[in-house]
């Protein structure tokens, strides 16, 4: 099975853009998944690849559980403490991966991964949490789903990204091929195979501004993966978005979805 080479720093210089420019979770989306998961208050839940901690604070918000965040990127974590003390919740932050789901973490109700599970070794993944997750307990794996941009502005930062950040495009492009077998399809080969998914639909309204900072907000178009492409990258982008929608109002329409996992 293809597993991405495991690169601690991929997301470097993308924190500060990460919880602004992504596409959030909404809390109807958080309370439905905690309700059908049985995340009562108290319950310990493992945010994995937390990034800035957006998964983790909100369960925190809203249902009273106990978080754990575990991510390897240090600027991650700090955007996460931050965001944790503006939230006025209390979470436990950890550096490290899924190479690192150790006994010491204790056991756990519900692990929640945000467009993360696609970076680790997933059946070793697995394998770890079943022995973490407690009887009852769950895997969660967030997504967002495209369904339409107008104008299509999604293409333009694609085309920008196979010409300004070719390497990094190459990772995504592995996803993509007939080599790549679906986390649906991973999870049915695991212990956690009893499958269901929830999603809610949004159409966001966005400007050009939003455009360049969710570009860099992920791996493929980070300034780190750039680097001193990254004022040409942003400048073409610009100049295209401009010509697509000249009084720079665009639009998206996402579903926002968890998969949840639980035991067969």
């Known amino acids: 099975m293809t597993t991405i080479p495991f690169e601690p720093n991929r ?43 957006q998964l983790g604070i909100a369960f925190a918000r809203l249902t009273g559980a106990e978080v754990i965040g575990l991510d390897p990127e240090p600027e991650m974590l700090a955007a996460a403490a931050e965001d944790a003390r503006q939230a006025n919740v209390a979470i436990t932050l950890r550096q490290g991966s899924s190479y690192d789901l150790e006994p010491d973490l204790g056991r756990l109700h519900m692990t929640v991964m945000g467009r993360s599970f696609h970076w680790m070794d997933r059946t070793a993944t697995l394998e770890a949490l079943d022995r973490l997750i407690e009887p009852g307990g769950s895997v969660v794996l967030f997504h967002d789903r495209h369904i339409s941009s107008t104008p299509d502005w999604r293409s333009v930062v694609n085309q920008l990204a196979e010409t300004y950040s070719p390497e990094k495009n190459a990772d995504r492009e592995r996803r993509r091929s007939p080599d790549w077998i679906p986390h649906e399809a991973v999870l049915m080969r695991s212990p956690f195979c009893d499958l269901e998914r929830i999603g809610v639909l949004r159409e966001r309204e966005l400007d050009i501004d939003d455009i360049v900072g969710r570009a860099y907000s992920t791996s493929v178009t980070s300034p ?34 968890g998969l949840i996992a639980f035991r067969g």
């Open 224 to 257: 780190q993966a750039l680097g001193d492409r990254a004022e040409d990258f942003e400048a073409a982008l610009r100049a295209e978005l401009l010509r697509l929608a000249p009084e720079g109002r665009l639009t998206e329409i996402v579903e926002v979805n």
């Open 11 to 53: 997301f470097r210089s993308t924190a500060a853009y990460y919880t602004r420019y992504r596409v959030p979770y909404p809390d109807a989306l958080i309370e439905r998944i905690a309700d059908r998961a049985k995340l009562r208050p108290g319950g310990r839940l493992l945010d994995l690849g937390c990034g800035p901690g």
